[in-house]
């Protein structure tokens, strides 16, 4: 058996071991891949709209929202529609349409549920 199957193999069985950890002692590790994460921020150009303001909504609306769903799926949603709106829908991989429509239909829901509730 690979490892990677074992280990997935094991979660039902240690999951429940997570909720031992409080989240008090995760928090130093998140501020840590933060830390990491902006560390990228450098390598956006941003003097191009179709790359900076795409970066910019992901990185804003996550702390912001509270919900790193909403900033990437902002900043894929942007990004899709920039590229289209500028006549380059060609470059944009065909995965990217996929996922774009993925986060409509998510926002489309949370939305609704909004409204229905």
């Known amino acids: 058996m690979r490892r990677s199957t074992f280990l997935f ?5 240690t999951a ?3 909720n031992l950890v409080p989240s008090e002692a995760a928090t ?5 891949v933060g830390f990491l994460m902006m ?4 390598k956006i150009d941003w003097d191009d709209v179709e790359e900076g303001l795409p970066a910019f909504l992901t990185i804003a609306l996550m702390p912001f929202t509270f919900s790193i769903t909403v900033g990437i799926g902002a900043g894929f949603l942007t990004y899709v529609l920039l590229k289209v709106a500028r006549g ?5 991989h065909p ?3 996929v996922v ?3 986060f409509v239909v998510y926002f489309a829901q949370a939305l609704l549920s909004e409204f229905v509730a």
């Open 9 to 13: 193999a094991s979660t039902p069985i």
């Open 16 to 18: 429940h071991t997570i």
């Open 28 to 32: 130093p590790a998140l501020v840590f």
């Open 39 to 42: 560390s990228q921020v450098t």
């Open 88 to 92: 380059k829908a060609r470059k944009v």
């Open 95 to 97: 995965l990217m349409y």
């Open 100 to 102: 774009a429509v993925a």
